[in-house]
């Protein structure tokens, strides 16, 4: 299609539903996780220095060495190959044990809560990441979006009832049965009114604001 300003998405389609949820998950999240990879990082930090100063040089060969005592330890891990022989090497250990119990509790909530909140909105993620997918296929731009509406809309409303958005998206071929269509007819449909309008179809697909897959 020459001439015409090329379909970006901010949702990279993966290949299975399965992997496309995984994927949304960890990049809604991925923001919320550098504070604690940053903790992550200053505790080994902390307490491998720690132990390399409080154990003998035999037990504790090196800092790495150190590093990766505490990444077992406070992973829960515990391979068994090293740990503490000295006092203070052990209650060193001790700390890292209770504060690593603490510590793993944040990651895993907010990657917790960002899957939940990906599930609950499992059918706006993949029914609209697979228009996303044929519209860059086609090309289409926000212009091209609006004519494709007004095309379905066949009584000239301004806006789509259930019979004509189920029109439009067998149209588009993306595999959804009724029930499918009916869902995302409802995910569109905001203001419950059982009726969509361009303004609320364009930005449920998200080309007034390209960072909405990254705020459910």
Known sequence: ??????????WQAAASPGSS?????????AASLTVPGFMLCLIIMTFSSALYVLEPRENILSMPHG?????VTISTVGYGDVYPVTDWGRIVIMLLIIIG?????MPIAIVGAAFLETWKNRTRILCIGRMHGRLRQWGYTEEDLRNMFKSFDADNS????????????DTMRLGLNKSGCVRLFNVFDDDGSGAIDIDEFVDGM???NQNIFSVF
């Open 1 to 10: 299609m020459i001439g015409r300003r090329p379909f970006v998405s901010c």
């Open 21 to 29: 949820l995984l994927w949304h998950t960890l990049k809604a999240c």
């Open 67 to 71: 590093m990766w005592l505490v990444a």
């Open 101 to 105: 119990l603490c510590f793993m509790a």
């Open 158 to 169: 301004g806006e789509l009832d259930v019979e004509e958005f189920t029109k439009m998206i």
């Open 206 to 208: 998200g080309l007034n």
